[in-house]
């Protein structure tokens, strides 16, 4: 039963000898995060791994009856209410960004092209019955300038 042999580096190049590039640039799966949602971002990352780390300190103090326990479970509530408020406004400042930036998602955008099609269609038909109402000469009237 003969195996499978992984293929070495002359193989991976097409058969060139020479060195590869340490970096290949390959094209962003999503686009980049506007810079006020990213800044909110790392703000919020920030303070929840601090947030965390207390947390942790603050479990291993009271397991060894340490004085400090108690300080830091209570300042631990209150960067609990900090990173609370750190994640909810990564989400207000992302809607508000949203708003705007004008993001137009798919369907409203399809919706409206259909509502402009229409539109078209129906001033087209307006256009269409006034020219058969005005007549063969294109107006009303007998050709004169005025009726009087």
Not at 76 to 87: D, F, K, L, N, Q
Not at 103 to 110: D, H, K
Not at 111 to 135: P, S, T, V, Y
Request: contains cysteine; positive net charge; aromatic residues 6%.
């Amino acid at each position: 039963m003969k195996t499978q042999e992984r293929p070495g580096p002359a193989d991976r190049d097409g058969g060139q000898e020479g060195p590869r590039p340490l970096w290949v640039e390959e094209p962003a799966v999503r686009w980049r995060l506007p810079d006020p949602v990213r800044t909110s971002a790392v703000r919020a990352v920030i303070i929840v791994s601090l947030t965390l780390t207390q947390a942790m300190v603050a479990f291993l103090c009271t397991l060894a009856g340490s004085w400090l326990a108690f300080p830091m479970v209570l300042s631990t509530v209150a960067s609990t209410v900090a990173s609370t408020w750190g994640v909810l406004d990564v989400w207000i400042t992302r809607q508000v960004w949203n708003q705007r930036m004008g993001v137009v998602s798919v369907p409203s955008s399809t919706a409206r092209q259909l509502r402009r099609e229409r539109r078209r269609a129906r001033r087209a038909a307006r256009k269409d019955e006034r020219i058969r109402d005005r007549g063969p000469r294109g107006h009303r009237g007998s050709g004169r300038l005025s009726q009087a």
